[in-house]
C-alpha cells in the first residue's frame, strides 16, 4: 500500500490567496483526520471525517478554512483567503475504525508558507 | 476531556543509554495510548499503542511502553540507544467510540550523543 498520499509537499503563497491540500487515505480506510502543526500550538486536529461525513470540525479556526470529502478516497482542506499565521505544516491521517484499532497512519504532510 | 502531558520537550543521552520519556495521560474514560516518532521534515510514524491488551506493549525499533493505570503513565523506553534514534517523539490519546481523533503531547526531541 503507498500509504496517505498528500500533496503538495510545500506550498509558498501570498496573503490573500486561495491554497488547497490534498489527501488520498489508505484505501478501505473509512475515518480522515487533518491536523495542523505548529512551533507554539504542537499538533491539533483540525476536522476529522467517518464514511465521508465531517464528526468533529471544532478544530477548524475560522470560515477560512473549511475541509470536504467528496469520496472515501480524497478530502480537500481550503484555506480562503491564506494568512501568514496559516503557516504550518498541515498533515492528513487516515484509519480504520474499527472497535480497537483506531491506529491512525500519516501522510508525509504539506509544509505551507504564507507570505 | 482527554489530555497528555510530555515532561521534557527535550532529553539528551549518550549512545547506548537507557531512553526514558515520560507521558502522562488524562481521560474519563479507559484510553487508547499511542507514542509516535517524527524525523525531520517527515509525518509521524506509529512506535506502540495501547489498547488494553497488555499493559507492557511492545513496539517498533526496541521501544516499548508502561501503562500504568494508578500512575496514569505511560512512559516510553529503550535499554539501549542508537544515533537513528534521534527525532521527536509524541505521546497522544484518543477514545474508541466517541472521539477517536488523537490529542497528542507537546513532543520530546531525543537526542543521542556519540
Known amino acids: 500500500d503507498a500509504g496517505v498520499i498528500q500533496s503538495p509537499r510545500h506550498e509558498v503563497t501570498e496573503m490573500g490567496q486561495e491554497v488547497t491540500l490534498r489527501c488520498k487515505p489508505i484505501s478501505g480506510h473509512n475515518s480522515l483526520f487533518w491536523y495542523r502543526q505548529t512551533m507554539m500550538r504542537g499538533l491539533e486536529l483540525l476536522i476529522y471525517?467517518?464514511?465521508?461525513?465531517?464528526?468533529?470540525d471544532s478544530g477548524m479556526p475560522e470560515d477560512r478554512f473549511s475541509a470536504k470529502m467528496p469520496n472515501a478516497s480524497f478530502s480537500t482542506l481550503k484555506i480562503q483567503p491564506s494568512e501568514p499565521r496559516d503557516s504550518a505544516v498541515y498533515f492528513c491521517?487516515?484509519?480504520?475504525?474499527?472497535?480497537?484499532?483506531?491506529?491512525?497512519?500519516f501522510g508525509a504532510g504539506t509544509r505551507l508558507s504564507v507570505l | 476531556a482527554q489530555s497528555v502531558t510530555q515532561l521534557g520537550s527535550h532529553v539528551s543521552v549518550s549512545e547506548g543509554a537507557l531512553v526514558l520519556l515520560r507521558c502522562n495521560y488524562s481521560?474519563?474514560?479507559?484510553?487508547?495510548l499511542f507514542w509516535y516518532v517524527q524525523y525531520p521534515n517527515q509525518g509521524l510514524q506509529l512506535l506502540l499503542k495501547y489498547t488494553s491488551a497488555a499493559t507492557l506493549v511492545k513496539g517498533i525499533n526496541g521501544f516499548e511502553a508502561e501503562f500504568k493505570k494508578s500512575e496514569t503513565s505511560f512512559h516510553l523506553t529503550k535499554p539501549s540507544a542508537h544515533m537513528s534514534d534521534a527525532a521527536e517523539y509524541f505521546c497522544a490519546v484518543s477514545g474508541d467510540t466517541g472521539r477517536r481523533a488523537l490529542t497528542f503531547g507537546s513532543g520530546t526531541r531525543l537526542q543521542v550523543q556519540p
Open positions: 481521560s474519563s474514560v479507559p484510553p487508547y
Open positions: 491521517a487516515s484509519s480504520a475504525s474499527r472497535q480497537g484499532r483506531n491506529i491512525q497512519y
Open positions: 471525517f467517518n464514511n465521508n461525513v465531517p464528526i468533529d
